[in-house]
């Protein structure tokens, strides 16, 4: 499998690139990165170091890869957090590319805008953006419970709800879709949710709470899943495996006190999840 990736990157640890691209290497896929920064670190720490690129550099890198005579060899194409909307336009021309070369490519968007608690965290036009333009072109989509509130217009205070915005959004496109950071009244306060939605139906995968908040954990997610609905054609197989994959980097991390993701230390959890968390059909 090869996937091309367009996300930012970080030098120290594991956000944007440096969290998916690892986390899809260890599954045997081949990634073809293309980074929207180079950062220091995540910015989260509140200072960091480095440069974001023009977006004319992801079309200048995407010829370069057509130049290999290879698009038609691309799988799919994931991307995440988008620093302007100029990135954005950019990254749907590279979607136009790789589909006009494979017709069965998917696209996997990461509509990263906020979260409950932060609220919007993007640049000014990238929620217009995603709302009008991303989520309409792709396959795939992953937004946390913010986001999907976001995108549809809609309070999701129950399951219904929830599954109600998932509708919506499928009719503007996207066949399947992951919603993350799932808690709605029907969730136990020691749970967190994930909601998946595709023409399989509609799964819900239910884990521990666990006390940890990290940056790029949406990153790799979005990377697993991705990477099993390509695999197995199933929804329910593809957010049970994310989710127990994600559960398992995230215990381990949590037990180390780690600020990063310790994707490297806990990487045998991609393959082989210690806990596996079965997909409920609702």
């Not at 709800?161 to 709605?184: M, N, Q």
């Not at 399989?200 to 006390?211: C, K, N």
Request: charged content about 15%.
């Amino acid at each position: 499998m090869n996937i091309l990736s367009i996300q930012s990157h970080v030098a120290y640890g594991h956000v944007g690139n440096a969290s998916a691209v690892f986390t899809l290497q260890r599954l045997g896929v081949e990634v073809w990165p293309i980074n929207t920064v180079q950062f220091s670190n995540h910015t989260g720490y509140g200072a960091w170091r480095g440069q974001v690129f023009e977006a004319s550099v992801i079309g200048d890198l995407v010829e370069g890869i057509a130049e290999r005579g290879v698009l038609s060899r691309c799988d799919g194409v994931l991307s995440g957090y988008m620093g302007s909307a100029d990135i954005g336009a950019a990254i749907l021309d590279a979607v136009a590319r790789v589909r006009a070369a494979n017709r069965n490519a998917a696209y996997c968007c990461d509509p990263v805008i906020g979260d409950v608690g932060r609220g919007i965290f993007v640049r000014p036009g990238i929620p217009e953006f995603m709302r009008e333009q991303a989520v309409p072109a792709a396959d795939v989509i992953t937004p946390n419970q913010f986001e999907l509130e976001l995108l549809t217009g809609r309070a999701c205070p129950t399951l219904p709800e929830a599954i109600a915005a998932c509708d919506a959004l499928h009719a503007r496109g996207p066949k399947v879709i992951l919603v993350t950071s799932l808690h709605v009244g029907e969730t136990p306060p020691d749970s967190i949710d994930l909601l998946a939605s595709g023409p399989d139906g509609r799964f819900l995968v239910r884990t521990p709470r666990l006390a940890v908040s990290l940056n790029g954990a949406g990153d790799a997610i979005a990377a697993l899943f991705f990477f099993h609905v390509l695999r197995t054609g199933s929804t329910a197989q593809a957010v049970s495996l994310a989710a127990s994959s994600i559960y398992g980097v995230l215990s381990r991390t949590e037990k180390a006190q780690s600020r990063e993701l310790l994707l490297v230390e806990a990487q045998e959890e991609f393959v082989t999840p210690s806990r596996l968390f079965p997909a409920s059909s609702i």
